[in-house]
């Protein structure tokens, strides 16, 4: 496979932006979700951890999930790929990615839709927000603003609508881009995989970055088949 034609589109590009996935960190040794037997969601169903509904009905099982999650993420660094993404100096980085591997990386640009798991905040959005230790993660515990409500991670749910000015500043790049990078996911999640057909919409090559066929491919200019840690450091030689 070459990727001379997707490497020319990046070194042409006037906006770039990534658009990544659970993919991106998994050679850190972060899980993904859905694409191996070891994906969180093998074990249980996604509703029943990542939702308010799972939350009420098990808060011990939600916060004892995010918990393993945090220690892995404690333990883990960039990789190839963060880094290639960081070291380009302009492009935006619109992340599913909960965790701050890229931002550790040095990109400055990133905008998280589905929250970021290093922090907790009030489930009644009482405005209480608390950025917590990975490595010695919370449990179940009510909201120390305001001690109605439980704290939980400051990530978005099934069900939960994304934050709205980091919805709006990720919509606004892709509608300016002309080249969008997708890497590591299997874009099945809404509204953030539509993002991949605005981009086209408005004219953007669309290169993938994946191990495996995902829901993106259809809507690709190139679609790179090799893991994010060598193939990214090959699209943006620095
Ligand atoms: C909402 C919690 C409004 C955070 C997550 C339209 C159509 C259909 C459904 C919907 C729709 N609009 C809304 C919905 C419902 C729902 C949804 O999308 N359901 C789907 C699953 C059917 N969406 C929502 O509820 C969203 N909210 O729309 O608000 C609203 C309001 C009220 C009522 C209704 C709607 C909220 C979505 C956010 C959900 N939160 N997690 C957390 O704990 O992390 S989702 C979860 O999936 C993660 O956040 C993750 O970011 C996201 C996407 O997963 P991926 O990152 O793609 O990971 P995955 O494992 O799937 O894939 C990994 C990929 O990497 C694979 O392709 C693999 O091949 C590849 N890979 C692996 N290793 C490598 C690699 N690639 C490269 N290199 C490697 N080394």
Known sequence: MTCTPAIDAIASARRLVSFSG????????????????????????PMDLASPVGFARDPELVMTWYAMRR???AAATPNAGHRALAAHPTM???????????????AT???HLH????AERCHGRCGWRSPIDLADPPGVQSCPGCGHHPSRPDVVWFGESLP???WTAAVDAIEQSDVLVVVGTS???????GLIALARD????VIVVNTDASAADGLADHVLTGSADTLLPTLFPH
């Open 22 to 45: 659970a993919g991106l960190s998994a050679p850190s040794g972060v899980a993904t979700f859905r694409d191996t037997a070891q994906g969180h969601w093998a074990k249980h169903d």
């Open 71 to 73: 220690r892995e993420m």
């Open 92 to 106: 935006v980085h619109i992340t599913q990615n909960t965790d701050d591997l890229l931002e550790r990386a040095g």
């Open 109 to 111: 640009n990133v905008l």
């Open 115 to 118: 929250g970021t798991i290093n």
């Open 164 to 166: 709205q000015d980091i």
């Open 187 to 193: 874009a099945v999640v809404h509204p953030a995989a």
């Open 202 to 205: 408005h004219g953007a090559s």
